[in-house]
């Protein structure tokens, strides 16, 4: 079968906010793994440190959703980003919250 090229013209680009929120929640999991693993290796005692890191990663990871839902809104831009960093930015979120809640509660 011969197989031609389909070209599509477009004057669509890639969002930058929404690549930007993207890397702001990969880089959230990933202190959230980082920080479960370090608290599990310390036995629970860990410093006051690692507590105020998850609160900083809690709020990139807020940033993160904040500017993936203004990169949606851009006109002539590609979604497919920013919906998968609201998706990662929203897993992050959630994953901090009940980390935060499960250490209240117990």
Not at 6 to 20: D, E, P, Q, V
Not at 66 to 71: G, I, N
Not at 79 to 96: C, E, K, Y
């Amino acid at each position: 079968m011969k197989r031609e090229n389909h070209n599509k013209f477009t004057k669509k680009k890639h969002s930058k906010r929404g690549m930007l929120a993207c890397v702001l929640a990969v880089a959230s999991i990933f202190a959230l793994f980082y920080l479960i693993g370090v608290s599990f290796r310390q036995k629970g005692n860990g410093s006051v440190y690692l507590g105020s890191i998850g609160i900083l990663a809690l709020l990139v990871a807020l940033t993160s959703f904040t500017q993936a839902v203004k990169s949606i809104r851009e006109e002539d831009t590609f979604r497919r980003i920013p919906i998968v960093s609201i998706a990662l930015s929203i897993l992050a979120s959630g994953g901090w919250i009940a980390l935060y809640a499960v250490g209240f509660l117990l």
